[in-house]
């Protein structure tokens, strides 16, 4: 089904995925799990900040992916970056704990994040660097929110007079 679309439009299917992924994290309380989990020290505004800047990025690497396939690329390594390390891994390590967003990463961001890949190895684009390049870069947009969490408690970045 997914391998007759174009690179352009599984990149919106991506971010609709992703919307999709974001409204079961908040429904089943992704914060409250991360906290006990994973140890992040994430707040709601945390949450919502963050996911906003993924629909922006969303929409930006959908409109350009007929010119830059990078941008969808990297968007398919973030889906699949977060679908194993923080959905799939952690549920096995809890030893079936559920992880709020296990379901749509299962079920949506492997298919499309493949799907993603494969369209663009199709179209001839897809090369050993640009792989290497599309997971570097959703590993940094991946790290980016949490590496900001762990600095914020740093003296230096405290900003209260």
Sequence with gaps: MLTGLALGDLAWLAL???????????QFNWRDWARAVIGLPVSWSDFYVTN??????????????????LMPLVF???????????????????????S???LSAVVLFYPLGIAIF???????????GLAIGAFVGGAVLMASPIIFLRLREKPYFQQTP
Excluded: K, S
């Design 76 to 98: 398919a390594a973030l889906m699949l970056i977060n679908a194993t390390f923080f959905h799939v891994a952690p549920f096995v390590w809890t030893r079936g704990r559920f």
């Design 16 to 26: 609709g995925a992703y919307a999709f992924h974001m409204m079961e994290e908040y």
């Design 118 to 128: 494969a369209r663009a190895a199709g179209d001839g684009v897809l090369t050993p």
């Design 52 to 69: 906003g800047i993924v629909v922006v990025l969303g929409i930006v690497q959908a409109q350009m992916a007929a010119h830059v396939p």
């Design 100 to 102: 709020p967003g296990l």
